[in-house]
C-alpha cells in the first residue's frame, strides 16, 4: 500500500466529499457518484492511519496525532477509527482526552465487542487517574457483555473475560474490597490456567501475572 503524501490526502477528502454533496442533489447518476465519492473517502482515511501508525514507529507522535484526526473527520461516523485515535491518546497516557474520545464512541451504535473494548478502556483510563469507583463502573458493563459473547465463540472470547476481571480484581483491591478482589482473580486465575494448557506460551505468563495479583 502506497502511503500518500499527507497534502495529497487533504485535497482527496475535499473533492470527495463535494462530489458526495453535489451527488445528493442529482437523480440517474447520484448513486454511482455517491459510491466514488464514499469510496474515496474509505481510501483517504486508510492513508491518513496508514502515515499515523507509520509515524508513530517513529516517535513523532504530534503528526501522528494530527493524522488520526483528520481520519476521524475525514468520516465522523467511522467509530472503529475513533477507536484507534483513542487507543493512540491512551498509549500516551493522555487518559483525559481518550477517557472523552472513548465516550464519544459510545455515543454511536457500537457492536458488542468494540463496546466491551471501550467500556474496559475506560475503566483502564480511569483508575489510572485513581477513579476507581468509575472503573469498577465500566470494567463490571464490559464483562457482562463479554460473558454474553463468551457464549456464542468461547475459544475468541474468554482471555477478554478473563482479562476484564483481572482489571476489576485489580480496583476492587485498591478500594480495600480484597474478597471482591479475590473473586475476580480466582475467576480470571482457572481462565488463564485453561487457556495455558492449549497456548501455554501466550498464556501461562498471564497465569503468572494474575497468581502475582493474588499474593
Not at 473473586?183 to 497465569?207: D, F, G, H, W
Given at each position: 500500500l502506497t502511503i500518500l503524501k499527507e497534502d495529497t490526502l487533504d485535497q482527496l477528502v475535499v473533492k470527495a466529499k463535494k462530489e458526495y454533496s453535489d451527488a445528493a442533489k442529482l437523480d440517474s447518476i447520484a448513486e454511482v457518484k455517491r459510491d466514488t465519492a464514499s469510496k474515496t473517502i474509505d481510501e483517504a482515511i486508510e492513508g491518513y492511519l496508514l502515515r499515523a501508525r507509520l509515524l508513530s514507529s517513529k516517535f513523532q507522535f504530534e503528526d501522528a496525532e494530527r493524522n488520526y484526526k483528520k481520519a476521524v473527520d475525514a468520516d465522523t461516523d467511522r467509530t472503529e477509527v475513533r477507536i484507534q485515535y483513542a487507543v493512540f491518546l491512551h498509549k500516551q497516557n493522555r487518559f483525559i482526552l481518550a477517557t472523552q474520545e472513548y465516550q464519544n464512541c459510545l455515543t454511536y451504535s457500537l457492536d458488542f465487542t468494540n463496546k466491551a473494548l471501550v467500556l474496559n478502556n475506560i475503566g483502564i483510563a480511569q483508575t489510572a487517574q485513581n477513579d476507581y469507583q468509575g472503573g469498577m463502573q465500566n470494567y463490571k458493563e464490559a464483562l457482562s457483555i463479554d460473558r454474553?459473547?463468551?457464549?456464542?465463540?468461547?475459544?475468541v472470547y474468554r482471555q477478554y473475560?478473563?482479562?476484564?476481571?483481572?482489571?476489576?480484581?485489580?480496583?476492587?483491591?485498591?478500594?480495600?474490597?480484597?474478597q471482591g478482589g479475590i473473586q475476580s482473580y480466582k475467576e480470571a486465575l482457572s481462565i488463564r490456567r485453561a487457556l495455558a494448557k492449549t497456548n501455554p506460551k501466550v498464556y501461562r505468563p498471564e497465569v503468572a501475572g494474575t497468581l502475582n495479583n493474588l499474593g
Amino acid at each position: 500500500l502506497t502511503i500518500l503524501k499527507e497534502d495529497t490526502l487533504d485535497q482527496l477528502v475535499v473533492k470527495a466529499k463535494k462530489e458526495y454533496s453535489d451527488a445528493a442533489k442529482l437523480d440517474s447518476i447520484a448513486e454511482v457518484k455517491r459510491d466514488t465519492a464514499s469510496k474515496t473517502i474509505d481510501e483517504a482515511i486508510e492513508g491518513y492511519l496508514l502515515r499515523a501508525r507509520l509515524l508513530s514507529s517513529k516517535f513523532q507522535f504530534e503528526d501522528a496525532e494530527r493524522n488520526y484526526k483528520k481520519a476521524v473527520d475525514a468520516d465522523t461516523d467511522r467509530t472503529e477509527v475513533r477507536i484507534q485515535y483513542a487507543v493512540f491518546l491512551h498509549k500516551q497516557n493522555r487518559f483525559i482526552l481518550a477517557t472523552q474520545e472513548y465516550q464519544n464512541c459510545l455515543t454511536y451504535s457500537l457492536d458488542f465487542t468494540n463496546k466491551a473494548l471501550v467500556l474496559n478502556n475506560i475503566g483502564i483510563a480511569q483508575t489510572a487517574q485513581n477513579d476507581y469507583q468509575g472503573g469498577m463502573q465500566n470494567y463490571k458493563e464490559a464483562l457482562s457483555i463479554d460473558r454474553v459473547l463468551v457464549k456464542t465463540n468461547p475459544e475468541v472470547y474468554r482471555q477478554y473475560v478473563a482479562i476484564t476481571l483481572n482489571n476489576l480484581g485489580a480496583a476492587q483491591t485498591a478500594q480495600n474490597d480484597y474478597q471482591g478482589g479475590i473473586q475476580s482473580y480466582k475467576e480470571a486465575l482457572s481462565i488463564r490456567r485453561a487457556l495455558a494448557k492449549t497456548n501455554p506460551k501466550v498464556y501461562r505468563p498471564e497465569v503468572a501475572g494474575t497468581l502475582n495479583n493474588l499474593g
